[in-house]
Nanobody
Framework: QVQLVESGGGLVQTGGSLRLSCASS????????MGWFRQTPGKEREFIAA????????YSADSVKGRFTISRDNAKNAVYLQMNGLKPEDTAVYYC???????????????WGQGTQVTVSS
């Protein structure tokens, strides 16, 4: 069983930074590709970034490229999303997810956390 828990969200001003963490209680995450998504009310879940199980390869959405960085520490069974240069349009609930391969599509991920709110004030 994989239970994912996100942390690190909060309120930040435009231009600020946050680092989100995603940890697993139970089964190790070393086998899984990991992704970060975000969602705002009334909109579909949006892909942010994904990373391979080894951590050697990753990619991110154009909307966050150059500002957000995904990384993982398999020794700590954790995945991170470093967010710099935050903008009001980054305000959303952020979710981490685990799956068998890196993917843009939420349906390709088997396990999800409950989300952490990120609010960027202007």
């Amino acid at each position: 069983q994989v239970q994912l828990v996100e942390s690190g969200g909060g309120l930040v001003q435009t231009g600020g930074s946050l680092r989100l963490s995603c940890a697993s209680s139970g089964r190790t995450l070393n086998w899984s590709a990991m992704g970060w998504f975000r969602q705002t009310p009334g909109k579909e879940r949006e892909f942010i970034a994904a990373i391979s199980s080894s951590g050697f390869t990753s990619y991110s959405a154009d909307s966050v490229k150059g500002r957000f960085t995904i990384s993982r520490d398999n020794a700590k069974n954790a995945v991170y999303l470093q967010m710099n240069g935050l903008k009001p349009e980054d305000t959303a609930v952020y979710y981490c997810a685990a799956g068998s391969s890196r993917s843009y599509y939420p349906s390709d991920y088997n396990y999800w956390g409950q989300g952490t709110q990120v609010t960027v004030s202007s």
